[in-house]
């Protein structure tokens, strides 16, 4: 990520972190949508978002650190900016207001990180070229080193993917309801309950007539996904991406460096690889400085 804010915006495009959880994974192959398979495997940076992720790469033997949301990550970024090196960041989505709110919130707990724009794009927008143009203008005349993009899967993922060469900014985060998080309108779990793989409990109690569904939905479907990808018959269609398993190229002797793990906030990146696995979990990523374009939902 800093060489990223150092670069500003790389050639092309701007770099795309996505954090899939195990309903992204589930939906990924339900829905079988060829454009959000790519806008996952053109992600520059596929942080663990949730425990369950974290355990099915132990059980396949491709270890994970630990779990990155990406209500962690966009705080512990705000906190790394410093006198020397600040950090300019624009809010994409929530409710109207409530990136404002944030902004309001970010300013007074983190002194070296300055929000330099918001936007609450309307219902539909993303498929209205005009209010996509209006974006990637409010974007441009900010110039922030980071786009928090908090549109909720899969509208954020796909919406950064369409549009990624023409935002002027470092990286966008896609980082579902961290707007609302640093805001103070949603409550997040409390550490121990993240750390024992229960904060989608914390959040279905909390929100049972949303999220009771799509967890029951994803309890029921992901160790299907899992148990197949351990027998190595899951087919998968599309190309293959939601999240990287890194591989340190000293373990890998005879091989290209597959994908060099760095402490990145305590995540992983990806430089070139090339990661065997089914399950929609790896798959081969193009080389960091040559990212394909991305995209996300209110």
């Given at each position: 990520?800093?060489?990223?804010?150092?670069?500003?915006?790389p050639?092309?495009?701007?770099?795309?972190?996505?954090t899939?959880?195990?309903d992204?994974?589930?939906?990924?192959?339900?829905?079988?949508?060829?454009e959000?398979?790519?806008?996952y495997?053109?992600a520059?940076?596929t942080?663990?978002?949730g425990?369950?992720?974290?355990?099915?790469?132990n059980l396949?033997?491709?270890p994970?650190?630990?779990?990155?949301?990406?209500?962690?990550?966009?705080?512990?970024?705000?906190a790394a900016?410093?006198?020397?090196?600040?950090?300019?960041v624009?809010?994409?989505?929530a409710?109207?207001?409530?990136?404002?709110?944030?902004?309001?919130?970010?300013?007074?707990?983190?002194?070296?990180?300055?929000v330099?724009?918001?936007?609450?794009?309307?219902?539909?927008?993303?498929?209205?070229?005009?209010?996509?143009?209006?974006?990637?203008?409010?974007?441009?005349?900010?110039?922030?080193?980071?786009?928090?993009v908090?549109?909720?899967?899969?509208?954020?993922?796909?919406?950064?993917?369409?549009?990624?060469?023409?935002?002027?900014?470092a990286?966008a985060l896609?980082?579902?309801a961290?707007?609302?998080?640093?805001a103070?309108?949603?409550?997040?779990?409390p550490?121990?309950?993240?750390?024992?793989?229960l904060e989608w409990?914390?959040?279905?109690?909390?929100?049972?007539?949303?999220?009771a569904?799509?967890y029951?939905?994803?309890?029921?479907?992901?160790?299907?996904?899992?148990?197949?990808?351990?027998?190595?018959?899951?087919?998968?269609?599309?190309?293959?991406?939601?999240?990287?398993?890194?591989?340190?190229?000293d373990?890998?002797?005879?091989a290209?460096?597959?994908?060099?793990t760095?402490?990145?906030?305590?995540?992983?990146?990806?430089?070139?690889?090339?990661?065997?696995?089914?399950?929609?979990?790896?798959d081969?990523f193009?080389?960091?400085?040559?990212?394909?374009?991305?995209?996300?939902?209110?």
């Amino acid at each position: 990520m800093d060489e990223w804010h150092l670069a500003r915006r790389p050639a092309g495009a701007c770099r795309v972190v996505v954090t899939p959880n195990v309903d992204h994974v589930v939906r990924l192959h339900q829905e079988d949508r060829a454009e959000l398979w790519e806008a996952y495997r053109s992600a520059d940076l596929t942080l663990a978002d949730g425990m369950p992720i974290v355990a099915a790469a132990n059980l396949l033997r491709r270890p994970l650190p630990e779990r990155v949301p990406g209500s962690d990550l966009a705080p512990a970024l705000f906190a790394a900016a410093t006198a020397d090196r600040p950090l300019r960041v624009f809010l994409l989505g929530a409710a109207p207001g409530v990136a404002d709110t944030a902004a309001a919130r970010i300013a007074k707990r983190f002194r070296h990180a300055s929000v330099v724009g918001t936007c609450c794009p309307p219902l539909g927008f993303q498929d209205d070229p005009g209010e996509c143009e209006k974006i990637e203008r409010a974007v441009a005349a900010a110039q922030p080193d980071v786009l928090i993009v908090g549109l909720g899967f899969p509208k954020q993922e796909l919406w950064v993917h369409r549009h990624r060469e023409r935002l002027e900014c470092a990286a966008a985060l896609c980082v579902g309801a961290t707007i609302d998080f640093l805001a103070g309108n949603r409550a997040r779990a409390p550490r121990l309950v993240g750390a024992l793989g229960l904060e989608w409990a914390f959040r279905m109690a909390s929100e049972p007539r949303r999220l009771a569904g799509r967890y029951l939905n994803d309890l029921a479907s992901f160790p299907g996904l899992l148990l197949a990808e351990l027998r190595g018959d899951l087919a998968v269609a599309p190309p293959r991406a939601v999240w990287t398993m890194p591989v340190r190229p000293d373990e890998r002797p005879n091989a290209p460096a597959a994908a060099a793990t760095q402490p990145v906030l305590e995540a992983q990146v990806e430089t070139e690889a090339e990661m065997p696995s089914e399950l929609g979990l790896t798959d081969s990523f193009p080389p960091t400085n040559e990212a394909e374009p991305t995209t996300p939902q209110r």
